[in-house]
């Protein structure tokens, strides 16, 4: 009987080491269980921030994109007439040049007529031989 229950002592000691080991690891797994939760949550909010980033980001760039399509056709029409208004400038400034010319043209042969109609009807010195005589030279 003795060795019986030298026997069963012993059992108990192993069966209570092993109670412990099993406490000790159930320990460590619930520690490890909890450590992994408080990673995944961590990680699932690292990345839930950048994803509610880029959905502020995509809609934000598409309120643009939106804004852009309604303005371009606004914009094209102002960009046609720009082009019109630049082509009818450049019409203006090449017909203005033409003019100017033309003016100056025509400033030119006013002022020669002027001085051609001052050479003919140049009024001569009154003499001192008088009206009525000749001048000496036409004698």
């Known amino acids: 009987m003795e060795a019986m229950e030298v026997q069963i002592n012993e059992l108990t000691d192993l069966l209570t080491q092993k109670t412990d080991q099993l406490k ?12 992994l939760n408080l990673a ?4 699932d909010h690292l990345l839930s921030s950048p994803r509610k980033q880029h959905a502020v980001e995509i809609n934000h760039l598409q309120q643009e994109l939106d804004a852009t399509v309604r303005q371009s056709p606004k914009k094209a029409n102002h960009a046609a007439r720009s082009v019109t208004i630049d082509g009818s400038a450049i019409d203006m400034a090449h017909k203005y040049l033409q003019e100017r010319t033309r003016n100056a043209a025509l400033h030119s042969r006013l002022q020669n007529a002027i001085s051609n109609m001052q050479v003919h009807c140049r009024v001569r010195p009154v003499m001192a031989h008088g009206r009525s005589e000749r001048p000496p030279w036409r004698r």
Request: proline share 0%; no cysteine.
């Open 24 to 35: 000790n690891t159930e320990y460590k797994a619930v520690r490890l269980q909890t450590k």
């Open 40 to 43: 995944l949550m961590s990680v």
